[in-house]
């Protein structure tokens, strides 16, 4: 039986995630009129046909019926529009070297090309379409960046990208940002030797206003209040989502407490906290990895890893989600932490939700190990503190000053 959609397609690639509502298309689909005679297609003789449709009596044997036919130019104009043009990228250029005194040194950036196989990716929205199927993994081309990597470092491994993780932090505040790129100097040109385990707390440090960090927002239990660092989990999720999509072993991760819209799709991201929540990985691959960030004028940061490839074939399929939450109602907390009068928001409502994702890895030994990744993110309610005078009937004397009532 043949299936017209007109739903929600949902286009995949690794955690990247397209939506198309394929009804709001007409054009993708023309009619055409078809002709037969005791079952088999024909041309139609010009003598039958009179004044455009209205069709004379035939000889018995003949039928017309309409035919749906795909508008391929339509479809690819809006997956070239839709999809490629965010997603497509050209190979870069990049020259890795170490220094006189032993670091590593970068010219230019070495991010893979990328780009949709478009011709592929038409022929299998149609199959999509006729088989009434909403989910398509989407055909990307990948090319290695030109690269140039002097002798020591190829001697340790250093011969092309491995994997590249990535995340969007556009709309960040102005201290995100500053806190995401001094977050990202520190990672770029450390070297992870084989076999060794990658701790993301190890090499960010100290947060504090003397490694160069501003105060931003933080989650601390059941609020979001600024503290040092704050932005930081965009570089542990950008870090976690390159090691987990090659197919590396995650020693450790951990998703925020509730849905951050920063980390979409839920469940690839990866929160941080030193020294106490961190992510881990085992480098397993035959060689060292050298990693590079990078923020482009987009607002994407990448962990770019440069190393050897070996023969196993990752593939992440998600988010499966369930059990979504409404926000609670909303909750006030009247302090003297604030002048009286004003008001600082402690949180903003957000549902709460589980997703989970699987990892299938296969190697050519065919050998095939499977694991998954499952969050849980919390409802939470609006939360505003509010600044009362230390006499004020509305503060109790409660632990720390405050006390939280429901919102009205």
């Known amino acids: 039986m043949t299936v017209f959609g007109a739903g929600e397609l949902l286009y995949r690639y690794q955690h990247h995630l397209f939506t198309i509502q394929s009804g709001r298309y007409p054009e ?33 044997g003949f039928e017309r019926h309409e035919e749906v036919q795909w508008n391929r130019d339509a479809i690819r104009a809006v997956l070239a529009q839709s999809i490629a043009s965010v997603f497509d990228r050209a190979a870069g250029d990049v020259t890795i070297r170490k220094s006189s005194t032993g670091s590593v040194v970068f010219d230019g950036v070495g ?96 947060v504090n206003a003397a490694t ?17 660092g704050g932005g930081l989990c965009q570089l542990g999720t950008t870090a976690y989502r390159g090691v987990w999509e090659y197919g590396f072993l995650i020693l450790q991760r951990k998703n925020h407490s509730y849905a ?22 085992l480098n397993d691959s035959p060689g060292s990895l050298i990693i590079q960030t990078y923020a482009d004028a987009d607002d994407h940061a990448y962990f770019i890893y440069y190393g050897t490839r070996d023969d196993r074939q990752a ?37 709460g939700i589980k997703a989970l994702w699987y990892r299938i890895i296969a190697r050519a030994s065919g050998v095939v190990q499977e694991d998954s990744v499952y969050s849980t993110y919390e409802a939470r309610p609006r939360f505003d503190q509010i600044g009362v005078d230390a006499s004020s009937p509305l503060l109790k004397s409660v632990s720390g000053g405050v006390v939280v009532q429901p919102g009205a």
Do not use: C
Request: net charge negative; no cysteine; hydrophobic share 35%.
């Open 212 to 228: 160069g960090y501003l105060k931003e927002l933080v989650i601390k239990g059941d609020r979001t209040e600024p503290d040092y």
């Open 111 to 206: 991010l893979t090309g990328r780009s949709v196989d478009l011709d592929r990716a038409v022929t299998l929205t149609i199959e999509a379409l006729t088989r009434g199927v909403t989910d398509i993994t989407l055909p990307v081309r990948e090319v290695q960046p030109q690269m140039t990597v002097d002798s020591a470092l190829q001697e340790e491994g250093i011969r092309e990208v491995v994997t590249i993780g990535e995340s969007d932090f556009s709309g960040s505040a102005w201290a995100r940002r500053h806190n995401i790129g001094v977050g990202l100097a520190r990672f770029n040109g450390v070297l992870i030797p084989k076999d060794s385990i990658f701790s993301f707390d190890e090499i960010l440090g100290k």
């Open 28 to 60: 993708w689909r023309q009619s055409k009129e078809v002709w037969t005679f005791a079952g088999r297609p024909v041309k139609l003789p010009t003598e039958y046909r009179v004044d455009g449709d209205r069709v004379p009596k035939l000889p018995a």
């Open 260 to 281: 951050v819209h920063y980390y979409s799709p839920q469940g690839t991201d990866a929160t941080i906290y030193p020294p106490n929540v961190d992510v881990r990985f």
């Open 315 to 351: 593939e992440v399929i998600g988010p499966y989600t369930w059990g979504s939450v409404a926000p609670p109602p909303d909750k006030v907390e009247y302090t003297t932490e604030i002048p009286a009068g004003t008001t600082r928001k402690l949180g903003e409502r957000v549902p």
